[in-house]
Nanobody
Framework: QVQLVESGGGLVQAGGSLRLSCAAS????????MGWFRQAPGKERECVAS????????YLADSVKGRFTISRDNAKNTVYLQMNSLKPEDTAVYYC????????????????WGQGTQVTVSS
């Protein structure tokens, strides 16, 4: 089993920054991709970013390119999502996930999920 715990969410004004962290414990899979997804009220869950097990390749959704960065520290079993220039439309619950063998924006590829952390961006 893998446990994922997200942290770093909160309330921020538009234009501000937040850094989300996701710590993995249990049977960790440093060879697996990790992803960040988000779900806003009344909307479907969408992939924001994904990073390969080695960290040498990544995917970013068009809506966050140039503003968000995904990275990972395998020594710490942690993946990060640096979010800059935040917009009100970034408001959502953000989830990290792992278990996919490769970078993917498809939620069905990920076996393990965290509980989520709320990000609220005020205008």
């Amino acid at each position: 089993q893998v446990q994922l715990v997200e942290s770093g969410g909160g309330l921020v004004q538009a234009g501000g920054s937040l850094r989300l962290s996701c710590a993995a414990s249990g049977r960790t899979f440093n060879s697996n991709a990790m992803g960040w997804f988000r779900q806003a009220p009344g909307k479907e869950r969408e992939c924001v970013a994904s990073i390969s097990g080695s960290g040498d390749s990544a995917y970013l959704a068009d809506s966050v390119k140039g503003r968000f960065t995904i990275s990972r520290d395998n020594a710490k079993n942690t993946v990060y999502l640096q979010m800059n220039s935040l917009k009100p439309e970034d408001t959502a619950v953000y989830y990290c996930a792992t278990g996919s063998p490769f970078v993917s924006g498809y939620s069905g590829m990920y076996r393990y999920w965290g509980q989520g952390t709320q990000v609220t961006v005020s205008s």
